[in-house]
Each structure stands twice: as C-alpha cells, then as structure tokens.
C-alpha cells in the first residue's frame, strides 16, 4: 500500500505557472505508474497526465499537452506535475494516484490540492 500527499496549488494568475508535488509513503514507489487527474467544480474527474514506473514514457491529456510536464524521482518517492502557461480552465483540485498495475488502474489516491487561476 502507498500513502499519497500532494502539495503545491494555490491561486495564480492566467499565464503564470505552479508545480504540484506528490509525496509518496509506503513500500516500491518505483513499481508504480504515476498519475495526476483533476476536478473542476461541477465536473466529473478528468485524467491530466500519467508516467510509467521507470519515467520513461509520459501522456498527457490533449488540454494540457505542450503546458503540463509530469516527472518522477524515485529516489525521493515523489511525482512532479509542471503547469506552465495556465488558464481559467485550469482551475480544479488536482490528484495524484498510483498504479500497482499497466491498464491505468488507479489503486491509491491523494487528497488533492486546489489549483486556482485568476483571470
């Protein structure tokens, strides 16, 4: 099992830029996919960005494709989430998750920070 702590949000103006930070506790972080989501107001939870357990392969959500870098170090057992040039439509609470298995099933979940952009 792995505890996930995320860090980071908080309120930005539109075309600024905030890394979220993803903590992870627990045993074999590397043996993990990594995952970040988020949840706007109103609106279902949408996948973001995801990472394999190595780091070497990365996809990314077409809205924030070319903005939002996702990266890991295994050695310190924590997932990155690099938003740059952010927009109102970025506003939500963002989630970072682990994935024990390779079919992006989700297992554990952290408790999210808020991202806001202000326009």
């Known amino acids: 099992q792995v505890q996930l702590v995320e860090s980071g949000g908080g309120l930005v103006q539109a075309g600024g830029s905030l890394r979220l930070s993803c903590a992870a506790s627990?045993?074999?972080?590397?043996?993990?996919?990594m995952g970040w989501f988020r949840q706007a107001p109103g609106k279902e939870r949408e996948f973001v960005a995801r990472?394999?357990?190595?780091?070497?392969?990365?996809r990314y959500a077409d809205s924030v494709k070319g903005r939002f870098t996702i990266a890991r170090d295994n050695a310190k057992n924590t997932v990155y989430l690099q938003m740059n040039s952010l927009n109102a439509e970025d506003t939500a609470v963002y989630y970072c998750?682990?994935?024990?298995?390779?079919?992006?099933?989700?297992?554990?979940w952290g408790q999210g920070t808020q991202v806001t952009v202000s326009s």
């Open positions: 627990g045993r074999s972080f590397s043996s993990y996919a």
């Open positions: 990472i394999s357990r190595s780091g070497s392969i990365t």
């Open positions: 998750a682990a994935d024990p298995t390779i079919y992006s099933q989700y297992a554990y």
